[in-house]
């Protein structure tokens, strides 16, 4: 049978895979990315990470993550990660909405998740969590986007877009990145200059805002106004600029790790039907991307990994049935990892990571 997961490595990552092999302690950080309930096809090598791979880890471990991927990174930094993501994934499976969805009603229901997530306790275990550091990122809304009305939010959104398509950077103009970054510091991000950037430490009074703030996708959601620490405004959904990432994250020493569920990344929200914006192979030099193969996803009931777009197609109850075998199925990928790891084949099946760009149309 064909290989459940593609691993690819940047230039840096390659050499250290063949020259000293792997061992958990050489990961120094990992990426989550946006995709809504796309982190399904995760789940499985969540649980193997989380039960086996860093079950045991002392020396700090810097999660960066977006909307989906911060969320199940407030899982990874409980006290009990696997509980806190069996919440996640039992909460999200559950969402209902009606045919035709408010973004008060979204809202609503994503704030339930969270706080299955949370239970309670949970922003105290992140904050005081030594180890597994949460990092987010939400953006900081200006112009028509920083409006309660979603007619005059969305032609912000379109001139956004429409700014994005000429020049990544002009998304600066309407958009501030917010970085909401661990009380213990140390995230190998080296420096912030694509984007004007604030970073902002966590603490109990803006952490929970901070999480649904990087999941509100503008005109879906409502947003969350005036976090604590972070000023006055309206703040939306990290995967705006970063919704699978082009930053340079890039640890002294070590290996960066990326649990994605597609093989190339896309920079930002807006990016996703531009073909010839592509991220920058340096920054992931340092980079593991382990992704399902195609092959995988191929065998999946409808031939593909859950999307937003169930919501509309399929009724609740096939829904939810198709979302859990998904999930269930996804163990595959768990499994096959820890089989990689324990054999030291790593190096063996990684591939040279790089990014085929498309011509850019004239």
Request: glycine share 10%; proline share 6%.
């Amino acid at each position: 049978m064909a290989s459940s997961l593609v691993i690819q490595g940047g230039h840096d990552a390659l050499q250290h895979l063949r020259e000293k092999g792997f061992q958990q302690e050489d990961v120094k950080a990992m990426l989550g990315a946006s995709g809504g309930p796309k982190w399904f096809a995760l789940a499985g090598l969540d649980k193997a990470l989380l039960g086996v791979t860093f079950k045991d880890r002392t020396s700090p471990l810097h999660l960066l993550g977006t909307s989906a991927g911060c969320w199940r990174f407030t899982c990874y930094s409980q006290n009990d990660p696997l509980a806190a993501l069996q919440r996640f994934e039992d909460s999200y499976i559950t969402h209902s909405y009606s045919e035709m969805p408010t973004a008060s009603g979204i809202t609503r229901e994503v704030k339930r998740t969270l706080s299955d997530i949370f239970n309670g306790n949970g922003a105290r275990e992140i904050l005081s969590n030594p180890v597994i550091r949460l990092n987010l990122i939400a953006v900081q809304a200006h112009g028509l986007i920083d409006n309660a009305n979603a007619k005059i939010q969305g032609a912000g959104l379109l001139l956004s877009a429409a700014a994005n398509a000429v020049s990544r950077n002009m998304l600066g103009k309407f958009y501030t990145r917010i970085v909401f970054t661990h009380p213990g510091g140390g995230l190998p991000v080296i420096g912030w200059n694509d984007l004007p950037t604030k970073t902002i430490a966590l603490s109990e009074q803006n952490l929970e805002d901070a999480v649904l703030a990087s999941g509100s996708i503008p005109v879906f959601l409502e947003g969350v106004r005036d976090i604590e620490g972070a000023g006055q405004g309206l703040y939306l959904d990290g995967g705006v600029t970063d919704y699978h990432f082009d930053l340079p994250m890039l640890p002294e020493d070590g290996l960066v790790l990326y649990p994605h569920f597609r093989e190339r990344p896309i920079p930002g929200w807006f990016d996703k039907y531009l073909g010839w914006r592509i991220p920058s192979t340096d920054n992931y030099r340092r980079t593991l991307i382990v992704s399902p193969s195609s092959e995988f996803v191929a065998r999946l009931p409808y031939g593909k990994i859950p999307d937003r777009k169930d919501f509309q197609t399929l009724d609740d109850t096939t829904r939810q049935k198709y979302w859990r075998k998904v999930v269930a199925e996804t163990d595959r990928l768990g499994e096959e990892w820890l089989n990689l790891v324990e054999n030291n084949r790593l190096a063996e099946v990684t591939k040279p990571l790089s990014f085929i760009s498309k011509a850019r149309p004239r």
